[in-house]
């Protein structure tokens, strides 16, 4: 049985389109929905919990109906048993941080003593004991983000789902956060809608993603298959640092081609061939210039060899941003200072570029959930 | 619902009746005579323009003040903090009227005593100030509107997430720029729930036109409506003229509706736990002390000196005015104190003016809560609804009410009454609660909500307690205004029943200053006491 | 103290001179039968309900020296102002509400009985009164008087009748009262029409108050006290009972203008049309006009409508003998006093 199903869901505010026909089905373990703000993300996760009440389609959890507009059943968000960790944690300002947690299993008429237990239990998992007398306001932001979390977990729920929780915390704690909130829902062992907009949170918390735009869901897969093959140019272009280019299939074999590059000065990569793909068919390749070899000297292989001018370079630290003129396009590589690529004298100079065939997607018509994440 | 019934049908019955023909109470028949009357009345633009420039710009002045110092108290390390606190509460007390007046002896222009002053002092010949002025009118009734400017801010800066401020001062800001380019904004809701009030209450304000306006020549639109109904007596002639109101109170609800349908954008009062912090204003903190007690001298201290002084001479003219104490005359208070239901009468109202400053808040943030936080169908409307008893008459809705309950045991009864006054102040609590539920972050309901809480969980754990500094507010308000209402009050005073304002503020109504000063002043030290006790003694805060 | 003694005086006056007038007029008089006759059913009603315009110092006063005079029936009063009054008292019938007994007011019984509201009673008293209406007892008068600050003016300067305050040489020191409004004003230009019964020198008058060119008052109180603050010189008009208090007990620098007769309006005690306790009002209208009843008006401040009543604000008190009020009589007027401005003096005011 799935944890989470949708069907069909459509919700429109005033002049833009939040949803536009969101289908998906979820078995249990960690998905995040991962999208540019106004992507409909944070939309999908309140109809879910019922906080928004959709213009069309169905909601089901654990097997359970919770909406569905067409026969007019709508679950009220305090009967679905799910746990919800709100962006700004929404604690309330006026209680503790034992009430805080409390207040839920207080409404469900917990005998007090089993309260304080599940309560304690809660702050001790997520790392807070011996805080609970305090107010939100005198917690700091990372310990408040474990208060909203604890008062989820409390609720022992089916269910959590979290809408952007680490965006307000700053880059290094949200980074440990990310880890310790994978671990401790991996412990408790329930499962989790994470809405996000960073992919690397994505990738590093869940078993499945789903990438929104503009209401729709343009891929549905686990971190790598996204990764690696990505289904739409926007998938490919919102994951990771890539250049997405046009390209004419000169040459298919088995499960290779060759692609003519225009903008390329009409150079020509090996690349991996989706099914169906044949000769003389226009693709989009998306080249994840991270796995880009960069040299000043010419590799010992021609195949998936390109030449082009530098630019220019960018010192960050530890790394080094090569901006490098090939036809008509700039691409940017960055290269790490414990394995230099190069040591190029000045701009100006020729460079060559090693293509591994791993990195490069190729973007068809492919349907938007790719198979193996349907299989789930 | 049933606050919303019982405004409803007065309402309607208001409506109703200025589309019929009858002078005198009896409907007659359909008829758009009343409207056709107000339409071809030449003079009404002139006066529509007088009553905008003055409700407005009195609102304006007003509510800006009052927003200037309930940020002063509640967010500055102004020194003083509890004479701070204090200060702006005490000029609440003193009833429009007794301002009125005030004022007006000291700003006439051959017999007002600045001018005498100035004359005597400088021997400046022609008078500097006019009452009878619409400046001078601006400046009288914009004091009156401070409070609510007060009121309704004061519990937004108190909640308000200092980090939003602190992060402009770090970027350079001065807190003057601060307080205009972020904190302001902020508070429009709250702001504009306060202009909005202030602008209506302007619009039908009669004291002010009639003791200013009127000697200096300027007449404003509500001298009509006073005119259909005491010389006209034609309730349903008052009615269309107050349809002129309540198409520009509409509009200002309007105006007020769209500035704060991303209601989100305003929410200071956020899930994210902070601190409320002081914030050091600098040398301005010398400023904003002056500031308040500058206000603090024009809103009670000075007008009030004045109405004693006026209290314990036999009469006021510069001359014996200025002869003062030699002059004094205890015979005013020995009639007040001596008057038949002063007593009794005050004991009423106080007790009666308790219950429905109490009943009438709460049953706004209910009518609030559910207009901003529920779904429940046309509940938006009920933001006009609430609204609209404002712009009527005081005497023509407290005759709609006549009529709705004349046949029904309520009649004659303190529960009349009490319905009454609660229509009369329920927009005050409408808009003072939601100008406050907007500033709660939606998200403290949802994560309520989430967390097995039905509506009343959410409402009684949640809502009600983080509004406990604007219902505070309210409270007073509503009780302080309630305990001087008459005009909607006394059609619904049943014969025999003592009631405290009808008694003590009837000597505003004939125009008994001496007396109505020293009425005036014994209930506004009872007042200024009560405060100052409740202050000191029991340490209520009134800033949180 | 000096209220004390000043009611004194009152009282002593009172006495002796009602002593005379019972000793003239006793035989004659159809009070004694008509009241105890009305006393024993008003016993039965037990009760009688008064709305008025008085202020409640009065009123309780007023109702108290009834209760003790007759006992048994208790007394219960509303008070509101004229409009208030209509509204309440039209609605309550409209409705069939038997709520009220008598109105005490001067402009909203007149109204009350346009509408029907009334039930004509006429007293048994109407040789003794200045003035009388057969459906409405009058209980009292509203006297208006032409009130001058006496610093601000001398009494060579003085206007020497209503018409005069028109001389454009008092432009700038009139505090003129809103000819338009329910306010003593307009019911002066009632009784002064009236008794001039002349088309052109009416015009003429209101014309040149119109001439004046000064802003008019909407309340007679306060544009009185403005007069007594030295801000004005002359007020048009003001009300005897107020100017005489200022003058003899407050001692403000404010005289009436003697040349100028005084205005007298009707105070009634109309019997409401569905009245529950018909008699027992009758019976306070009709004691309200005895001398017991109008000493105890007097005592309060308010005008006596006694003929001869010696009091200090009668107009024989405060007036040179042989001065002759105008009255206020006109029917049209004190029924739709709108309709009578909007016909004979909104043309002249705003034309």
Known sequence: MSIVKVEGLYKTFADYRALDGVDFEFKHGVLSILGPSGCGKTTLLRCIAGLEVPDDGAIWIDGKVQTDIRKGILVPPYSREIGFVFQNYALWPHMTVYNNVAFGLKLRKVPDRDIRRRVLASLDLVGLPKLEDRYPSQLSGGQQQRVALARSLAMEPRLILLDEPLSNLDAKLREEMRVELKKLIKKVNISAIYVTHDQEEAFVISDYVIVMERGKILQYATPDDIYNWPAHQFVASFIGRSVLVDGQVMQATGDEMKVMIPDFNRAVLTCRRPNGVAVGETCQLVIRTSEVKLSSRPFEQTENVLQGVMTSRDYRGGLTDHRVQIGSREIVVTSHKLCPMISVEGDGNKVFLYVDKGAISVISDQPAVSAQAAAH | MLAGSLIVTPVIIVIVRSFTTARLGAAVGFSLDNYMRVLHDPKILPMLQNSIVYAGGSALFGTLVGAMLAWIVARTNTPGKTLVELMPLYPILMPPVMKNIAWVLLLSPKSGILNNMLQQAFGIDHPVFNAFSMPAMIWVFGLTCVTLGYLFLLPVFLSFDPSLEESAYIAGSRPMRTLLRITFPLAIPAFLSALVLNFLRGLRSFETPVLQGSPGGIDVFVSKVYDSMSIDYNPGLATAYSAVLIVLSVAALILYVRTTRFSERYATITGKGYRVKVVDIGWWKYAAFVAVFVYFLIGIAIPFVVLIITSLIPYYDYETFMKFPTNVDLASYHRVMHHPSFVSGLYNSLALSIVIAVVTVFAGIVMAFTIYRTKVYGSKVFEFIGTIPLAFPPLVLSLGLIIAVIDSPFYNTLWALGAGLFIAYFPYALRNASGAIVNIHRELDEAAWVHGARWRHVFFRVTLPLLKPSIAGALFYIFIEALRNIDVAVLLVAPGMEYGPVTLFEYFRVGQWAEAAAGGVIYLVILIVTVTIAKFVFNVKFSL | ???????????????????????????????????????????????????????????????????????????????????????????????????????????????????????????????????????????????????????????????????????????????????????????????????????????????????????????????????????????QPALLHDAMEERDEKHSPVEIVKTAPPVVFPRYGGIYAKAPHPNAAKLLAEWLITPEGQATLDKVGREASRKGFQSKTSIEHAYPKGTKPIPVNDKGFMEDPKKWLDTNVKPLWEG
């Open chain 3, 1 to 235: 103290m000096k209220i004390k003694v000043l009611s004194a005086a009152v009282v002593a006056a009172v006495v002796a001179w009602s002593g005379a007038v019972f000793a003239a007029s006793a035989p004659n008089d159809p009070y004694p039968k008509a009241a105890a006759a009305l006393y024993e059913k008003a016993k039965q009603e037990g009760a009688v309900i008064a709305y008025t315009v008085w202020d409640v110092e009065h009123i309780v006063a007023i109702l108290d020296a009834f209760s003790k005079r007759y006992p048994g029936i208790k007394t219960s009063y509303w008070q509101g102002r004229n409009p208030e009054i209509v509204q309440r008292t039209v609605t309550e019938f409209q409705a069939g509400k038997e709520s009220v007994d008598i109105i005490l007011s001067d402009n909203a019984p007149p109204v009350i009985r346009a509408a029907g509201a009334i039930q004509p009673y006429e007293t048994v008293q109407k040789d003794f009164l200045v003035l009388h209406d057969p459906t409405m007892p009058i209980v009292s008068l509203q006297i208006q008087a032409l009130v001058y600050n006496t610093k601000k003016l001398k009494p060579g300067d003085l206007p020497k009748n209503w018409e005069d305050v028109a001389n454009p040489k008092y432009k700038g020191n009139v505090a003129l009262d809103d000819p338009m409004r329910a306010g003593p004003l307009s019911s002066q230009l009632a009784g002064l029409k009236e008794l001039w019964k002349n088309d052109a020198k009416f015009a003429a008058y209101v014309k040149g108050l119109k001439a004046l060119n000064v802003p008019v008052n909407k309340s007679t109180s306060a544009m009185f006290r403005l007069v007594v603050s030295g801000e004005y010189a002359i007020c």
